[in-house]
């Protein structure tokens, strides 16, 4: 709803008026009428502009602060997460060495003045401290008053103390003082709201994509669903494969649907007598066994495997009589630090049907990382007389920063190498399409190549598996012979 302004107004009550006295003239304003008519009009908008604001704060796309709090308590009893105070320490002096101990009361204050402003930015003492006898200087807790990153101030910015101490000259911060974060904004509040409400019912993907993102050391989250109950969840987490990370564990435990099963990497199918090895690879994990039948009487078979170092391991597995069709047994490899790349082999023991998979985590909530391949470009200019200082550093800065920014299983197109060879990229620029560099004349050639392929005109590509992901490799760019 846009409410009427007061000219739409006037006017409106004016040709109603008109068309009842036809004697009275609309929109004369030197008439009492229209002054009248007027002021009604001011009255009517006032009506219309209330209500209107009211409406918004009972839409929880539109409403805002305390309004949008009231709205989502019901799904989020503790409301709006609220950031963080910065803290850290403060050194208070004392110009000679007291006789007798100096007390600094807990929530003694200071403050720091930040440049070009006469805001003050005010701290406390979070315990109580004491300035021994015979020294000059104790350093103690503090905390900034007010939530949010004003209070995250670099070091000796603390100007002076509130109050008189006896004996103490004065304070300083001798270290940064971090940690201040802001309040959950609205749009981040609304997005909690859509996750608690809206998409538990509809989809464990969207859950678990969000969720893994949110962790702290997760860059990017990428969720195959591979159908009959089994998804695919791709981590790039930095902490790497040495450990399970518990938290990625943690995080698709509380999030996964029930009946669903986070599988990792298929490595290779059993049935009966038969095993079916894929072209599937991993970047590396712990290999899982999970039985496509119930196991009436313990089953043993061994396998080998492709790890880390680019050499052939052995594997063996043994399954207990009465494990269900579908529980996953993690496989003794060669040592407990051991990882596997790829199944090379398996030989069944010809009983029973198998996955055999490559994940980190544990039974049913397995996650991979995404393979990394190299993209090798090696290019060739001719600059103008007058090109920018550093224009060879510069593209090949700019090809290395697009490459960086790809998604897991996104494809490169020659068009894109092209592109940000003549324009910077930009991640905040429309298409990514930043500046122009100055000083190309012509691009004589460019190669791109992985291990596996290589293109070098415009309509070719390089493609990815669904759970790998480019990164630069030997990028350069140099002048044409």
Known sequence: MVAPTVDELTEDIEDAQAAELPDQISG????????????WATEVHYCYQLLEDTLETLDILKAEGTYLDALVAHALPAGRLLGSKASGEVTFLADYAPAADITIPAGTRMYSL???????IWYKTTVEATLAAGETEVTVAVEAEERGIAGNIANYTIIQHEGYIAGISGCENRLDITGGTVDE????LRQRYWDAIIAPGRATTLMIERSLADLADVKEVKIVNYGFGD????VDYSGGIAEVSDDIVDCIEENIGGGVQARGCLGASIVGATAVVTTNDAYGGTIWVRPRVHIGTEDTFTMTYLDMDGATQTASITIPAGTHCGDM???????????AKKILTVTPSGNNSYDILIGMGISGRLYNLPELIDVDISAHIYQTDTPETGLLANIEASLEAFIDSLMIGERIEFSDIQRFMFNEFDPDAEDNIGRAFIGIDEISDITISTVDA?????????????????????ITVALGA
């Open 28 to 39: 004369d304003k030197l008439t009492l009428h229209y002054i009248a008519n007027r002021i």
């Open 114 to 120: 930040p440049e070009l402003s006469t805001d003050k």
């Open 185 to 188: 904004s609205d749009d981040e």
């Open 231 to 234: 998804m695919g969840i791709v």
């Open 329 to 339: 047994v993690a496989a003794t490899m060669v040592s407990e630090a051991s990882r």
């Open 454 to 474: 290589t293109i070098t005109q415009v309509g070719e590509r390089l493609t990815i598996e669904e759970d790998s992901r480019f990164e630069p490799g030997t």
